[in-house]
């Protein structure tokens, strides 16, 4: 009988969770509390966790510990497909995002459907109007400039009214009250700042994304920090480019770029991407990185790891953040009706070669 003491567990769970009051997503008793609870070793809890997880009654998430899935995702996955909609797909972050996601929703038998939209409200739209001619049980969305108005409001509200479970990553449009899953970009901007103020900068400038809520964050986190150390005229050190922009940005601003480099000793740069741009336009100058001058990134891509001149930057989490983002979704499929805020992701300065003490 010993040998079945994990299924009284299970059963205890089941009857708890729904006496309990237990919703969708509430996080359970750990591994060490049911031991003491049901005084049994953790062996037998951990089998009695691996039969509840099976069953959709709970899930475990690492580093996070266990959550409740019931009355579950219970929900019938049979010819259900979620819609995820994404600004680009084949680069940067991207796959590893989208990868994320995909794997919670293959482990729980749902399809996905994929759309790009390359930053651009009008491919949003033909995405959002696919997706309401079929029957998607569900969205994940990368908002499209998502720091300027959006003219496919009527979409969205069009997706509340059919009550459409929706969760933004990476940022979300301003007064949208649907969810979001994202890192918190205001920490890392200023994380970033701190970093080359401990370094003994204070001629910081930083490069950012007009049109995306990303770059207003990073800005924010950016003039926070220098204002805390007291260090005046960051809104004049911040250079703006818009998505439009980005392709020729160092062709077409050069003057610009080098006037603010000619006044920097250090440039915070909306992501790994522009950063690794920065480095060659400053090489093509002879502009010593980071002797001269320091540079860092934000997102710890591939690129910024593998440049001849490795990225100070910020780890975003990437896959995780698919993860989550799918597993919120699926809990919003499963209870309609609960609330549930934004996730933030804490950011993680990664520091390498592209920074380095100011010489006085």
Known sequence: ????????????????????????????????????????????????????????????????????????????????????????????????????????????????????????????????????????????????KSALPNPNGALYEEIRARNIPLVFFNAKYPHSDFPCVAMDDVAAGSIVAEHLISLGHRDISAILLSDDMQGHKRYQGFTKSMRESGIPGAEQRAMWFSTQERASFFTHSADRVLALLNDSTAVICYNDSLAVDLLEFCRQRGISVPHE?????????????????????????????????????????????RNTGDILFSPELVVRASTAAIHV
């Not at 320091?294 to 896959?319: A, F, K, W, Y």
């Open 1 to 144: 009988m010993n040998d079945f003491k994990y299924l009284a567990i299970v059963d205890w769970a089941k009857k708890t969770i729904k006496e309990n009051g237990f919703e969708t997503g509430d996080k359970f008793y750990s591994e060490t509390e049911l031991c003491e609870i049901h005084n049994v070793s953790r062996q037998t809890v951990r089998q009695a966790l691996a039969v509840m997880e099976n069953e959709r009654i709970i899930h475990r998430r690492q580093g996070s510990g266990t959550f409740v899935q019931a009355p579950g995702l219970n929900v019938e996955t049979r010819n259900v497909t979620v819609c995820v909609v994404s600004t680009y797909f084949s680069d940067y972050i991207f796959p590893d995002i989208i990868t994320g996601i995909e794997h919670v929703l293959a482990k729980n038998s749902i399809t996905l459907q994929l759309a790009t939209t390359r930053n651009l409200v009008e491919e949003e739209e033909r995405a959002l109007q696919v997706m309401l001619a079929q029957d998607f049980r569900g969205l994940i969305i990368e908002p499209s």
């Open 293 to 337: 001058l320091s540079v860092v990134g934000i997102d710890d891509s591939n690129q910024g790891r593998i440049c001849e001149i490795p990225l100070t930057t910020v780890r975003h989490p990437h896959r995780q953040l698919g993860e989550r983002a799918a597993e919120l979704l699926l809990e919003m499929i499963a209870n309609p009706s």
